[in-house]
């Protein structure tokens, strides 16, 4: 089954420290992950795809096929960091979008 | 551009009432959906269409229904309200062919009395 799994709902962190968003996926071929971020009453809007392995905002997420994962990372988090993330799966076959459930993101001055 | 549009941002309703949620897009993109966002379960696809003139469901369709009459607009339908579909909703978009990336509108707040 196609299954996108983020287990923590809620992660705070202080300003300046590291952050990793935890990202595991279920998915038989070749996926195509995604994170999409969401700041307070607004709108989703991609942050990063695994096929661009860019940079955006300071964050990088590296996709591991090995550990089915696409953990999203920022070495210093930021108060405008703070948001709802989501982490997404399609493939090749498929234009649908498979979400996890979310993990909210604090971040304390 | 405006990108992707919803109306309205905000509706109360009474159970049973119905009413119709609009999406439009000028991004000239073929693929639209409808997703419902609810506190600890993410964003659920409730239908799809790949193209003008047709419809798929997705994964929590009962109690919608969704009409593509053209290429920039993609309706959603609620006959009968419940409280159940307390939420809130996203259209998005997608181009055909190239990568799966989608485009969100800004999301309409229901509210089922």
């Known amino acids: 089954a196609q299954r996108v799994t983020q287990p923590e709902k809620l992660l705070s962190v202080f300003k300046g420290a590291p952050v990793e968003l935890k990202c595991n996926y279920s998915?038989?071929?070749?996926?195509?992950l995604f994170w999409y971020v969401q700041y307070s009453r607004q709108r989703l809007q991609l942050l990063l795809r695994?096929?661009s392995r860019e940079s955006i905002k300071g964050f990088t997420a590296d996709l591991n096929k090995g550990e089915t994962s696409f953990h999203l990372k920022k070495p210093f988090a930021q108060e405008e960091d703070s948001a709802m993330y989501y982490c997404?799966?399609?493939?090749?076959?498929?234009?649908?979008?498979?979400f996890g459930t979310g993990t909210r993101l604090q971040v304390f001055p | 551009n405006a990108g992707v549009t919803q109306t309205p941002k905000f509706q109360v309703l009474k159970t049973g009432q119905s009413m119709t949620l609009q999406c439009a897009q000028d991004?000239?993109?073929?693929?639209m959906y409808w997703y419902r966002q609810d506190p600890g379960m993410g964003l659920r696809l409730i239908y799809y269409?790949?193209?003008?003139?047709?419809?798929d469901k997705g994964e929590v369709p009962n109690g919608y229904n969704v009409s593509r009459l053209n290429k920039r607009e993609f309706s959603l339908r609620l006959e009968s309200a419940a409280p159940s579909q307390t939420s809130v909703y996203f259209c998005?978009?997608?181009?055909?062919?190239?990568?799966?990336?989608?485009?969100f509108g800004p999301g309409t707040r229901l509210t089922v009395l």
């Open positions: 998005a978009t997608r181009r055909a062919g190239g990568r799966n990336e989608q485009f």
């Open positions: 998915y038989s071929g070749s996926p195509e």
């Open positions: 695994h096929i």
């Open positions: 997404a799966l399609s493939g090749l076959d498929t234009d649908k979008l498979i």
């Open positions: 991004m000239n993109h073929n693929s």
């Open positions: 269409s790949a193209s003008e003139g047709t419809t």
